[in-house]
């Protein structure tokens, strides 16, 4: 079966670090993403990982591990409007022309001052 | 704005109703995806369309049917839904290959 596992929720407080991790055990890999959903929005794209190693975007870090199955997202000098839900989806084939993502339930950042 | 408009962005309707929600991007994408998310679980892919071909239907009831007229336009038409619908639908698209899909804002239903 597809599974991909994150923690529900994490808080930290406006300027710290937080890395949110996912695992996943699926019948392919051919990529992994990450998305930021605010409540009542759209998810938007944060970063994409294919290889393994870290994939630096400004604030915005995401580390992959194959072999492992498993990957996190680094943020970094956080903000208040990082508050969010963070999804974690896998692309579980090759498919030419489309993408079918199997979907992590997200985790959801709470940021305090 | 993300290039993915949903209308409308909220429905109410009763479970003898037939409604239709719409989805339209001006990405030029090739592909283009409808998604339930529900409270407490992970976004579940409904259908996919690329290049107005469906390419996946991930085992979704019939009261749920696509329409895909041409590669800007999706839509999905309502009829007869539960109470366990009542979800936010999502319309996505992409390019080929491994760009990232674009996502619209949304519609949340709410079947009484």
């Known amino acids: 079966g597809q599974n991909i596992d994150q923690p529900t929720e994490m808080t930290a407080t406006e300027g710290a670090i937080v890395q949110i991790n996912c695992t996943y055990q699926t019948s392919g890999f051919n990529g992994l993403f990450w998305y930021q959903q605010h409540a009542g929005e759209a998810p938007t794209f944060l970063s994409y990982n294919v290889l393994d190693g870290l994939e630096e975007k400004g604030r915005f870090s995401s580390f992959l591990s194959r072999s492992k199955g498993y990957s996190y997202l680094l943020l970094k000098e956080l903000q208040m409007k990082d508050s969010a839900s963070y999804l974690c989806?896998?692309?579980?084939?090759?498919?030419?022309?489309?993408?079918?993502?199997?979907f992590g339930t997200g985790t959801r950042l709470l940021v305090s001052p | 704005e993300t290039g993915v408009t949903q209308t409308p962005r909220h429905l109410v309707m009763g479970m003898t109703n037939k409604k239709s929600l719409k989805c339209e991007q001006h990405?030029?994408?090739?592909?283009m995806y409808w998604y339930k998310q529900s409270a407490k679980k992970p976004l579940e892919l409904m259908f996919v369309y690329n290049f107005k071909e469906q390419t996946e239907n991930n085992s979704v009831p019939s009261r749920f049917s696509p329409e895909c007229p041409n590669s800007s336009h999706l839509f999905l038409h309502l009829h007869t839904l539960q109470p366990e619908d009542s979800a936010l639908y999502l319309c996505a698209s992409s390019p080929q290959r491994n760009q990232p899909q674009h996502f619209g804002d949304g519609t949340r239903l709410s079947i009484l």
């Open positions: 990405l030029g994408h090739n592909a």
């Open positions: 989806a896998v692309r579980d084939r090759a498919n030419t022309g489309f993408q079918k993502l199997v």
